[in-house]
């Protein structure tokens, strides 16, 4: 069965500093990663994603992840975080199915809230 | 915000209440989907549509009841809900066949049962 977990429930970091959001997955086949963003009261919003190609994704507002297959990670990253910014972060993945002969649904982490100092 | 509405975006129901969420989508996606948030839980997937046919019931109790008219719109009918329901009911599309491509999520329904 494919998991996604995302180790940090939370991440505080000061406006202008670097952050990262962790992710972590298991899958059958290349796996399709996804993050995702909620902001309070809304629904979410798709950020980027990793099919296939460059390790190194960007995605919308200055965001950006970069698959390892080693390590089986997806880490969403932005070189200088807003206040803005702070928000629900979900990473996804879909792998083959059980069976082996198709993409199965996707699944989603528990969320890590992100929380971006003044 | 991104082509996909869902009305209401709060409804209060007691447990013997019969009522419907509604979800449109505007991006011309053929697959849908009914997600449930609940606090502290992961996203629940629910229910999948493919081209308005149903491909995936997430072992959801009866009284759910989903409804695929069209491509565009996607109903979840609820009848006796208990207290456990509430939650928030995201609906989501995505273009081509179920999971192939990224899912474009509506506001949800934040739903409270009484």
């Known amino acids: 069965a494919q998991s996604v977990a995302q180790p940090e429930d939370q991440v505080n970091v000061a406006e202008g500093n670097p952050l990262t959001v962790k992710c972590t997955y298991s899958?059958?086949?290349?796996?399709?990663l996804f993050w995702y963003v909620q902001y309070p009261n809304r629904g979410l919003q798709f950020l980027l994603k990793?099919?296939?190609?460059?390790?190194l994704v960007k995605g919308s507002y200055g965001f950006e992840a970069e698959f390892n297959k080693s390590q089986t990670s997806f880490h969403l990253k932005k070189p200088s975080a807003l206040v803005s910014d702070s928000a629900l972060y979900f990473c996804?993945?879909?792998?083959?199915?059980?069976?082996?002969?198709?993409?199965?649904?996707?699944?989603f982490g528990q969320g890590t809230i992100l929380t971006v100092h003044p | 915000e991104t082509g996909v509405t869902q009305t209401p975006r709060h409804l209060v129901m007691g447990m013997t209440n019969k009522k419907s969420l509604k979800c449109e989508q505007h991006?011309?996606?053929?697959?849908m989907y009914w997600y449930k948030q609940s606090a502290k839980k992961p996203l629940e997937l629910m229910f999948v549509y493919n081209f308005k046919e149903q491909t995936e019931n997430n072992s959801v109790p009866s009284r759910f009841s989903p409804e695929c008219p069209n491509s565009s719109h996607l109903f979840l009918h609820l009848h006796t809900l208990q207290p456990e329901d509430s939650a928030l009911y995201l609906c989501a599309s995505s273009f081509g066949q179920a999971y192939s491509y990224e899912q474009y999520f509506g506001p949800g329904t934040r739903l409270t049962v009484t």
């Open positions: 990793y099919i296939t190609g460059d390790n």
């Open positions: 996804a993945v879909r792998g083959l199915n059980a069976g082996g002969t198709s993409y199965g649904k996707l699944t």
């Open positions: 991006l011309g996606h053929n697959a």
């Open positions: 899958v059958s086949g290349n796996p399709y």
